[in-house]
Protein backbone atom coordinates (compact mmCIF):
# COMPACT_ATOMS: atom_id res chain seq x y z
CA UNK A 1 0.00 0.00 0.00
CA UNK A 2 2.87 2.35 0.96
CA UNK A 3 4.13 1.70 -3.09
CA UNK A 4 0.75 3.30 -4.69
CA UNK A 5 0.02 6.41 -2.03
CA UNK A 6 2.31 8.51 -4.00
CA UNK A 7 0.59 7.36 -7.31
CA UNK A 8 -2.73 8.14 -5.73
CA UNK A 9 -1.67 11.45 -4.23
CA UNK A 10 -0.54 12.52 -8.02
CA UNK A 11 -3.15 11.84 -9.08
CA UNK A 12 -5.26 13.63 -6.42
CA UNK A 13 -3.44 16.45 -7.09
CA UNK A 14 -3.94 16.55 -10.70
CA UNK A 15 -7.60 15.87 -10.62
CA UNK A 16 -7.89 19.27 -8.44
CA UNK A 17 -5.88 21.12 -10.39
CA UNK A 18 -7.91 20.28 -13.29
CA UNK A 19 -10.95 20.96 -11.52
CA UNK A 20 -9.99 24.62 -10.50
CA UNK A 21 -8.68 25.08 -14.68
CA UNK A 22 -12.13 24.23 -15.21
CA UNK A 23 -13.99 26.32 -12.58
CA UNK A 24 -11.98 28.83 -13.76
CA UNK A 25 -12.25 29.20 -17.10
CA UNK A 26 -16.24 29.36 -16.66
CA UNK A 27 -16.01 31.85 -13.75
CA UNK A 28 -15.38 34.83 -15.67
CA UNK A 29 -18.59 34.45 -18.32
CA UNK A 30 -20.86 33.45 -15.65
CA UNK A 31 -19.73 36.57 -13.39
CA UNK A 32 -20.10 38.68 -16.56
CA UNK A 33 -23.47 36.81 -17.17
CA UNK A 34 -24.98 37.53 -13.61
CA UNK A 35 -23.97 41.25 -13.85
CA UNK A 36 -25.36 42.03 -17.19
CA UNK A 37 -28.68 40.10 -15.75
CA UNK A 38 -28.74 42.40 -12.53
CA UNK A 39 -27.88 45.92 -14.92
CA UNK A 40 -30.48 44.74 -17.29
CA UNK A 41 -33.04 43.85 -14.35
CA UNK A 42 -32.50 47.34 -12.67
CA UNK A 43 -32.86 49.41 -15.83
CA UNK A 44 -36.47 47.87 -16.72
CA UNK A 45 -35.87 45.21 -19.29
CA UNK A 46 -38.03 42.91 -17.24
CA UNK A 47 -37.36 39.09 -16.17
CA UNK A 48 -36.93 37.79 -19.80
CA UNK A 49 -35.24 40.63 -21.07
CA UNK A 50 -32.57 40.88 -18.59
CA UNK A 51 -32.39 37.27 -18.96
CA UNK A 52 -31.50 37.43 -22.87
CA UNK A 53 -29.06 39.95 -22.03
CA UNK A 54 -27.57 37.94 -19.41
CA UNK A 55 -26.72 34.96 -21.64
CA UNK A 56 -25.46 37.13 -24.48
CA UNK A 57 -23.03 38.81 -22.14
CA UNK A 58 -21.86 35.85 -20.87
CA UNK A 59 -21.87 33.96 -24.31
CA UNK A 60 -20.05 36.82 -25.68
CA UNK A 61 -17.51 36.97 -23.00
CA UNK A 62 -16.58 33.35 -23.46
CA UNK A 63 -16.26 33.33 -26.72
CA UNK A 64 -13.57 36.88 -26.96
CA UNK A 65 -11.81 34.33 -24.60
CA UNK A 66 -11.41 31.55 -26.71
CA UNK A 67 -10.99 33.29 -29.82
CA UNK A 68 -8.08 35.67 -28.38
CA UNK A 69 -6.60 32.70 -26.64
CA UNK A 70 -6.63 30.59 -29.94
CA UNK A 71 -5.42 33.74 -32.44
CA UNK A 72 -2.64 34.67 -30.45
CA UNK A 73 0.65 33.32 -31.44
CA UNK A 74 2.97 34.63 -28.60
CA UNK A 75 3.41 31.55 -25.93
CA UNK A 76 4.59 33.81 -23.16
CA UNK A 77 1.25 36.13 -24.13
CA UNK A 78 -0.92 33.10 -24.16
CA UNK A 79 0.03 31.74 -21.21
CA UNK A 80 -1.01 35.75 -19.31
CA UNK A 81 -4.15 35.19 -20.72
CA UNK A 82 -4.42 31.66 -19.22
CA UNK A 83 -3.72 33.22 -16.17
CA UNK A 84 -6.00 36.12 -16.38
Known amino acids: MVIFA ?9 LFC ?3 FV ?15 FGGLHTGAGYPGAILIGIVAGAATQAAGQMAFAMVPIVWFRMALGLL
Open 6 to 14: PFILLSALG
Open 18 to 20: WLI
Open 23 to 37: VAVYALPFYVGLNAF
